[in-house]
């Protein structure tokens, strides 16, 4: 980290403290629209009890998890290729507690845990861990897809994709959040995510790293909850869009909830998964009203060199000083080029 260790304290307490204040809430933050320009009213989940300190809380249920012996989180299971290296944890940003949140999850729910602690163990303690993870995403996020409600004009055209083409091969990484970046490319890449997200690209034609780039940022890869809007899957989604998917099997049919948002977003049928159409497809997914305050929108190019601060607090309200701690799906897909998981053609090779 590049502050300094009491800067990096202060940033703790701040984000812990509205973590803390989104669960006492009940997490009553807007949801997203369902088309540029309209709003909805939208209706918080179910969450746990509120905790008094979400890193203590968090450490409960790690401690738990070794207290019951179970065995790691699959790493090394990488479809097809190499094991993969996640950097030490830390304990004060958001990354950081959404990434242990999921490696209690994915400790919980191996075939070995099952056989341990027994299914309904099992279940409980991913049910915990995830509804705890889904706070702390909207207490990062409460305007979710916030800036759909705002009217801004941004045509798919050669401009867009010469400014796409630009942004992206001249994205960097920003040096002291590459360690978090890497964490969240450790999950979109293993088991047991990467091969649901084939699933799902086999069945609509939509790319599995696009997918995994949308459970990223709505999600925080959560297996319980809904790609639609983080909604916990256990139910039909309560926020905007509400009601989806119409028919699933709840509470663990992720891969038909994750179609159906597919097809209720337009992506399902889509032919054109080029770097530029990608890449605009996702902005739109989110909102293009961080273009009319001037900046790169955080939902694409948070933590690289093309952003520094400004998003949407809630749905319509943009705070120019407010700092994405979510690791943009473009830088993202950055990471996976670099890693050789994704293969895109450079301009320059063409």
Avoid at 41 to 60: G, I, K
Avoid at 168 to 190: D, K, Q, Y
Wanted: glycine share 6%.
């Amino acid at each position: 980290m590049s502050s300094s260790q009491s800067g990096s304290q202060t940033n703790r307490r701040a984000f812990l403290a509205m973590s803390t204040a989104a669960l006492a809430a009940g997490l009553s933050g807007p949801g997203y629209a369902a088309s540029e320009g309209a709003t909805e009213a939208s209706q918080a989940p179910a969450v746990p009890p509120p905790a008094a300190d979400p890193l203590a809380a968090l450490r409960a249920l790690e401690k738990e998890a070794d207290d019951l012996k179970l065995p790691p989180a699959p790493k090394g299971a990488r479809v097809g290729a190499r094991t993969i290296t996640v950097p030490p944890p830390g304990d004060d940003e958001f990354v950081d507690l959404a990434d242990r949140y999921l490696e209690v999850m994915d400790r919980a729910t191996t075939a070995g845990a099952r056989s341990l602690i027994g299914d309904a163990k099992s279940t409980a303690m991913n049910d915990v861990a995830g509804a705890r993870l889904r706070a702390l995403t909207r207490a990062e996020n409460p305007a979710a897809r916030a800036a759909r409600t705002v009217r801004f004009t941004f045509p798919y055209n050669e401009a867009a994709k010469e400014e796409y083409r630009r942004l992206f091969w001249s994205c960097v990484i920003t040096p002291e959040r590459r360690a978090l970046v890497s964490r969240m490319g450790n999950r979109i890449i293993a088991e047991p995510r990467e091969p649901l997200y084939r699933e799902v690209e086999q069945k609509t034609g939509v790319p599995w790293y696009v997918v995994g780039l949308i459970h990223m940022m709505e999600c925080s890869f959560s297996l319980t909850s809904h790609l639609h809007n983080g909604d916990p899957l256990s139910a039909r989604t309560k926020i905007v869009p509400k009601n989806r998917p119409a028919i699933w099997l709840p509470p663990s049919d992720w891969v038909s909830s994750a179609i159906d948002a597919l097809t209720y977003d337009k992506f399902v049928g889509q032919t054109d998964w080029s770097l530029e159409r990608t890449l605009y497809r996702l902005e739109r997914y989110n909102g293009i009203g961080s273009r009319r305050n001037g900046i790169n929108t955080p939902y694409l190019w948070s933590m690289s060199n093309h952003y520094t601060k400004g998003k949407f607090v809630a749905d319509g309200v943009w705070d120019p000083n407010a700092v994405s701690k979510q690791v943009g799906c473009a830088v993202l897909l950055r990471w996976l080029v670099e890693d050789e998981s994704v293969s895109l053609p450079r301009p320059d090779a063409q």
